[in-house]
Every structure is written in structure tokens, then in C-alpha cells.
């Protein structure tokens, strides 16, 4: 994630002229106003819902639109589906570079704008590389909503690509592996060690930061190319949260982003992951660092299938929050730390990601303390969950433990969280409403099925252990004052 930049000007709106009548989608009626998506069965409480208007344009960009009038700003975020993981395979690094290059200016809003526009209206913006996604938003004054509007459709349409910028942002971006991985103590550990050891398919396993030298030997039609393909409406999702008139955003939505052309998208790659049959270990030595770390990581079921509910239950049972059974274990009876961590998708949640997998649960401890008896205390309680159901009340624990933080999450930064959620939704599902399903959907997981998704798949011999400890002849830090 960038830096946030810093300035003050206020540039009056360039009219695009773009104009062309948005298509309804899924959950609309063809021709007519778009479906309200309607709570239904299972709605996340009686007193919450979501509002969601979904509609897409004829050149495929998928509009979300979320009203909330509790305060006068606005969230627009823009969700492209171009993350590390799936980057093409001679591109590594591309999406954590384009996160970059974003910012560097488009045909009508020369570098810097972005920043002057958004901080000089008290705004702020940013964007993130994610496994399946890199995101960019701004949380605003709704009263500027149409000028990011604007500058969205600018950059989606024509960013300002030359040899300099590009040059530029290779700099920055290699510069950022070195000082936030490469040589840093325990510098992608475990979000890309896990995944490099426990996955066999490339696109779920390779370097996520991306090799210097595929950054360092792109060129600028390599860049201007990657650009065109994946910065598409059509591989896009708009989401606007906060306080608008819908019938005015979707004017201004049809203005200034219906008539980016759409570009032909390369076939889906391939993520799926053998089943995993036999524990894998990997010993990393860390030059850096000064005590062992531990990580144990497990593939997880399916998105949305009720195995994959259980498991986003049983992470809130294991490992999330004072009483989860892990940190009893490992940190209040055992203590072998002072704190264990973990989940699905670290870089994210729960439900922003798409493909393969891992939970995972670790934890930095004392040279003195043995890899095999923290892994003897995890077993012992995996074991426990396995060999019987958990009682109602640890179940609906977990579930209001969950839920407090979706509500928490969905609320953050303005509602930023609610369009991260929605645009992942839109993104994968093709159908953002499902935010107002997921209660529903966890209800319906019982002490049995938490049992047998224990049983399935946390299992030893679809668990991987990624140790790092410290280098032997590693040379001793230098004094201060030396």
C-alpha cells in the first residue's frame, strides 16, 4: 500500500461527453430500475442490512452502489481482478508495480492531481495489492463525488505511461521487496512462506513480492500491454458507498465510464491445488532474525460450500481473540509466547480472496522450546475438536465473535470495509448481496459439521510447518556508537 500523498487544489470537473445507457445485470430487470437487493431469509439481523444496487455497464464494468446517509462522505473504491497470485507467469510483480503506477497521472490528470484533489478536499485515498485483486479508493466529501467519479474513468482509460514513470515506480517498487522483505527480520513470514511451501500449482506458490528481475526487465510496451488487458471495465468492479442520490451517481457512473472500451481478456488461470497427502516441513534460515518462529497452515474447503463456513468458524474457535483454544494452550499453559496469531487470508478476510487457500496459526518463541512440542500442544487440541462436536454455546460464541467483527470491519474507514466487501463480492460472485447472506449461511453450521471439517481438513497430512530460525553464523549486530 502507497503512501499517502499530500497537497491542496481544487480543479474544476472535465466533462468526458461519454454517455451510453447502463445495461441491468444480475438482479435486475432488463430495461428497468436495478433490483434493490432484497434481505430475505437469513439477512445478517433484523435491524442490519445492506443496501445493494448491482448493475453492470455494457462494456462489463460491474457498479455497485450502497447508500448511507448517517454522514456526508462518499467511498469509491475501484477493484481490479489483477492480483499477485494470478498475474501471468513472466509478470511477476506487475500488480504490486500497476498499484503504483496508477498514481503517476492519466491523460487529463497529470501526476499528483489525484493526491491534490482528494487531501485538499480533506479526502484520502490509496490502493492495495491482494492475492486475487489490487484496489483503489478514496473516502471523500460526498459533495465531490462526481470528481473521483471522474478521475477513476481518467486513469481507467488512459493513465500516463512513459519510460520515465515507469522507470520511476521499478525503482520504488524494487526498493520496497528489499526494505519490507528481503531485509526484514522474518520478512514475509508466514503470508509468503506458507503458500510457497504448502502449494504445488505455480499461480498459488510463486514469489507474490514478485522477482526483481522480472520487475526489473519489463518494458514499456510489457507495461502499456499489462495495462490494456487487466485495467479493463470489463475486469472491474465500481463500488460507491455513503451518502448519494443513486439516480444522479448512476448518471454520472454512465458518463464518465461507459464508453471505456472493454479489451479481450486472456483464460482464467488455473489455481486449483491437488489434495495434499503428506505434512510438508520447511526450515528457512533468517539472517535477521533473533528467535525461531512457527507457522502451521491447512487448505482450506471450497469458498461458500458449508465445510468452508465451518472452517471460518473454527478459525474464530482456534485462534482468534483471548479465549481461543491456541492461545489457552500455547501462550496461557504452555507458555511457549506471548501471543499466537492467524486466520484465512492474512493479507485480507475471510471472504476477500479467490482460489485455494490455507488457514494458518503461528508464533514466535524461545529458543529453549522444541518445534516438536508446540506442535505436540496444536495436535492436542485439534485432536479434541475432532474426536467430538463442540457445544452449542463455544459454536455460538465463535458465530457472534464473527459477526461483531464483519460489523466492525464493514463500518471501517467511513465504510470503506463495506465496499471492500461488496466489490469482492462483485468480483468473484457476481453477486455482492451475498453480504447480506452471510449470517444466514453460518447459521445453518451445526457442532457435527464443525466436527467433520476438523476431521477432513485439519488433519496432519494436509498441515504444512514453516519454521523460521535463526542463522547459525549469522554475524553478530554491530554496537551502538561503532
Do not use: C
Not at 506487475?94 to 489525484?114: D, I, Q, R, V
Not at 519510460?163 to 527480520?185: C, D, I, R, S
Not at 459439521?449 to 485439519?458: D, S
Request: proline fraction near 5%; glycine fraction near 6%.
Amino acid at each position: 500500500m502507497r503512501a499517502l500523498a499530500r497537497a491542496a487544489l481544487v480543479l474544476s470537473v472535465l466533462g468526458l461527453a461519454l454517455s451510453a445507457s447502463a445495461q441491468t445485470a444480475a438482479g435486475a430487470k432488463k430495461g428497468g430500475a436495478p433490483a434493490k437487493a432484497a434481505a430475505g431469509k437469513g439477512a445478517m439481523n433484523a435491524g442490519f442490512h445492506v443496501p445493494v444496487e448491482y448493475y453492470k455497464l455494457p462494456n462489463g464494468l460491474r457498479v455497485v452502489l450502497s447508500e448511507d446517509h448517517t454522514a456526508p462522505t462518499a467511498v469509491i473504491a475501484v477493484y481490479y481482478n489483477i492480483g499477485f497470485r494470478i498475474e501471468p507467469k513472466d509478470r511477476t510483480g506487475f500488480a504490486h508495480l500497476f498499484e503504483h503506477l496508477m498514481f503517476e497521472g492519466s491523460e487529463n490528470a497529470p501526476k499528483g492531481t489525484f493526491d491534490k484533489l482528494i487531501l485538499g478536499n480533506g479526502g484520502v485515498n490509496n490502493g492495495s495489492t491482494r492475492f486475487d485483486f489490487t484496489n483503489y479508493f478514496e473516502v471523500v466529501p460526498a459533495n465531490v463525488l462526481e470528481t473521483m467519479l471522474w478521475l477513476e474513468a481518467d486513469r481507467m482509460r488512459a493513465l500516463d505511461l512513459d519510460e520515465k514513470h515507469l522507470k520511476n515506480q521499478q525503482g520504488v517498487v524494487a526498493n520496497e521487496v528489499k526494505v519490507n522483505v528481503l531485509n526484514q527480520p522474518y520478512g514475509g513470514f508466514p503470508w509468503i512462506d506458507m503458500p510457497m511451501a504448502a502449494n504445488t500449482n505455480w499461480y498459488n506458490s510463486h514469489n507474490f513480492y514478485g522477482e526483481l528481475s522480472d520487475l526489473e526487465a519489463a518494458s514499456l510496451d510489457d507495461a502499456r500491454s499489462f495495462y490494456k488487458t487487466f485495467y479493463a471495465p470489463n475486469n472491474a468492479a465500481l463500488v460507491v458507498v455513503g451518502d448519494f442520490d443513486a439516480k444522479q451517481t448512476r448518471a454520472w457512473i454512465e458518463k464518465y465510464f461507459a464508453k471505456i472500451p472493454a479489451a479481450p481478456q486472456p483464460a482464467k488461470a488455473d489455481l486449483t491445488e491437488p489434495k495434499q497427502t503428506a505434512e510438508k516441513k520447511k526450515v528457512i534460515e533468517d539472517a535477521i532474525a533473533k528467535r525461531p518462529a512457527l507457522a502451521v497452515g491447512y487448505h482450506v474447503p471450497e469458498r461458500n460450500t458449508p465445510e468452508y463456513y465451518a472452517m471460518v468458524l473454527l478459525d474464530q474457535i482456534l485462534v482468534q481473540g483471548n479465549d481461543s483454544l491456541l492461545r489457552k494452550e500455547l501462550v496461557k499453559k504452555q507458555g511457549y509466547s506471548s501471543a499466537v496469531s492467524g486466520g484465512m487470508n492474512l493479507l485480507g478476510n475471510q471472504f476477500n480472496y479467490n482460489g485455494p487457500m490455507n488457514w494458518m496459526a503461528y508464533l514466535f518463541y524461545d529458543q529453549s522450546v522444541a518445534p516438536e512440542q508446540i506442535l505436540a500442544s496444536i495436535d492436542s487440541v485439534i485432536s479434541d475438536l475432532q474426536s467430538k462436536p463442540v457445544d452449542k454455546a463455544t459454536l455460538e460464541l465463535a458465530r457472534t465473535k464473527l459477526l461483531s467483527g464483519l460489523y466492525d470491519d464493514l463500518g471501517q474507514l467511513n465504510g470503506f470495509g463495506r465496499a471492500d466487501m461488496l466489490a469482492s463480492l462483485a468480483l468473484f460472485d457476481d453477486n455482492p448481496a451475498r453480504i447480506n447472506q452471510l449470517d444466514a449461511e453460518l447459521a445453518k453450521v451445526t457442532p457435527q459439521l464443525v466436527q467433520k471439517t476438523a476431521q477432513e481438513y485439519l488433519r496432519s497430512t494436509n498441515r504444512t510447518v514453516v519454521i523460521r530460525e535463526p542463522k547459525k553464523d549469522a554475524p553478530a549486530p554491530a554496537k551502538a556508537g561503532l
